[in-house]
């Protein structure tokens, strides 16, 4: 076998749970395959083993619960710092401080980053190694739904002024739309991608996390939902025309309840025993 077959294979491998990988690669070396037939049969076990995942009822819980729903507030969370950040640029004139204008921005820029790193956590301790998927869906769901909602709404129209043409109707329309539903490139999507990425990682190494840390999560994550509740009540009327009316606390405060969701899980883990699903391997808590 080549050198490149063999990176092939070492790399393919990593699928696998440590102790099945050295045992694969150890059979492949003795048997002397190539690397086309190897690539084959292993192949054919990592697919057999990520459906054996799914039959467990975590992969699904992280899928809907926290890549769908929770991403799906995430989502509307990180459209609107977007905005924010852009309305803060243009010196969008408001009744509010610069100081005000700073606090919020950074309060909402926490909340992110909090939101997305427990987010993450959760999906990495509940995936396992079906993490590549579920949290590939809590990217694009994060990236895309909000905006993908204004869109089909009218809100946004994606259309040349000059021009009048759509991002579809030539190449460089296209590529720019594929880039910008793919790929990060707003401050927002950033502090959303490192947190989020960080903590699935961490998530599947440690898949639970000591009481104390649990707690701290927890109460972070609850103090951030007052607190956005809160501020957005005499953040939201400065920005709006003087006669648009007020929008409620319990319309407010649902969105930052629905991105917490998976600090309520991180939680409810540690209530009873604080003791490791059967089906996953054990691992050292967070921190001694």
Request: with cysteine.
């Amino acid at each position: 076998m080549t050198r490149f077959g063999w990176w092939l294979l070492s790399v393919l491998a990593h699928a696998l749970e440590p102790a099945e990988r050295d045992v694969v690669l150890g059979d492949f070396a003795e048997s002397g395959e190539g690397v086309g037939a190897a690539t084959r049969h292993l192949l054919g076990l990592i697919v057999r083993r990520q459906t054996g995942l799914w039959w467990s009822w975590r992969p699904w819980l992280a899928l809907f619960g926290v890549s769908w729903v929770a991403g799906l507030s995430l989502s509307r969370i990180v459209f609107r710092l977007n905005v924010d950040l852009f309305k803060y640029g243009a010196a969008y004139a408001t009744s509010l401080t610069a100081r005000q204008e700073v606090a919020f921005l950074l309060c909402l820029a926490g909340a992110v980053a909090v939101w997305s790193w427990t987010g993450g956590f959760v999906l990495g301790s509940l995936s396992g190694r079906a993490v590549w998927l579920t949290w590939s869906v809590f990217y694009f769901v994060v990236l895309d739904s909000a905006f993908a909602r204004f869109v089909l709404m009218g809100n946004i129209v994606l259309r040349n002024p000059h021009t009048h043409e759509t991002p579809l109707d030539s190449l460089r329309g296209t590529l720019g739309l594929l880039m910008a539903t793919t790929l990060p490139l707003s401050v927002a999507a950033l502090l959303f991608l490192f947190p989020a990425l960080f903590g699935a990682l961490l998530g599947v190494r440690r898949r639970i996390l000591t009481v104390p840390h649990a707690c701290l999560i927890g109460s972070v994550n609850a103090a951030l939902t007052i607190l956005m509740t809160w501020s957005t009540g005499w953040y939201d009327p400065a920005h709006l025309p003087a006669r648009w009316p007020a929008v409620p606390w319990s319309t407010r405060v649902l969105p930052f309840l629905l991105a917490s969701l998976p600090a309520v899980y991180l939680l409810a883990c540690r209530l009873p025993k604080g003791s490791r699903p059967k089906d996953q391997d054990a691992a050292p808590p967070l921190v001694s």
